[in-house]
């Protein structure tokens, strides 16, 4: 068969693979999350892409795109904008707007809960509860959906959890819970 009729799959072509919802589970994001989600899309659809289209059309009108390292580069940008506004347009449709402020002033963790607890060893550690798409654990922020989360859910101030790990179960004591306050509250 001729080359110029088979299909070369490209590595950074292949569709995102987004991450794991617990079946039947919801995608729930914070009000901010959906926000921040929702205006790096629009700085994509808006910004971005139009930028790189104008750069793909100069370079493709410069003639020989056999050798022409703006128009190849531009074109791998242009696959790889409009891959992230795919994705960001499907988490956006299946979000779930959970805003944390409503548990405010609760001692029960739930989702969008700041949690500051011990462990086995005594290290104390605090992390906030977040959407998938939305945690940073460099910030100390975890998903609702991780062993942690799962494990501190429904919790209380005082209480202890178990926590399963693949180097045994960790007893996990609940020191203080938070949430933001609502906006309403704030001014």
């Not at 050798?67 to 940008?77: L, T």
């Not at 409009?82 to 739930?110: C, K, Y």
Request: glycine share 6%; hydrophobic share 35%; aromatic share 6%.
């Amino acid at each position: 068969m001729n080359k110029a009729f088979t299909k070369e799959t490209d590595p950074d072509d292949e569709e995102l693979a987004l991450p794991p919802l617990p079946a039947g589970g919801k995608n729930y994001i914070t009000p901010q999350g959906y926000e921040h989600l929702r205006s790096e899309l629009l700085d994509l659809i808006d910004s971005e892409r139009p930028k790189v289209v104008e750069i793909v059309h100069w370079a493709a009108s410069n003639g020989d795109r056999s050798e022409n390292g703006d128009y190849h580069y531009g074109k791998k940008r242009l696959r790889e904008i409009d891959r992230r506004i795919r994705f960001l347009t499907q988490r956006l449709e299946i979000a779930e707007i959970s805003n944390p402020s409503i548990h405010h002033g609760s001692d029960q963790v739930f989702f969008g809960a700041t949690v500051t607890y011990v462990d086995n060893s005594g290290a104390e550690r605090c992390v906030t509860i977040l959407g998938i798409d939305e945690a940073n654990s460099a910030l100390g922020q975890i998903s609702w959906i991780s062993p942690v989360a799962r494990a501190l859910l429904k919790s209380r101030v005082g209480d202890e959890v178990n926590l399963v790990t693949p180097h045994g179960v960790q007893v996990l004591e609940v020191l203080k819970v938070a949430y933001p306050a609502s906006d309403a509250a704030a001014h």
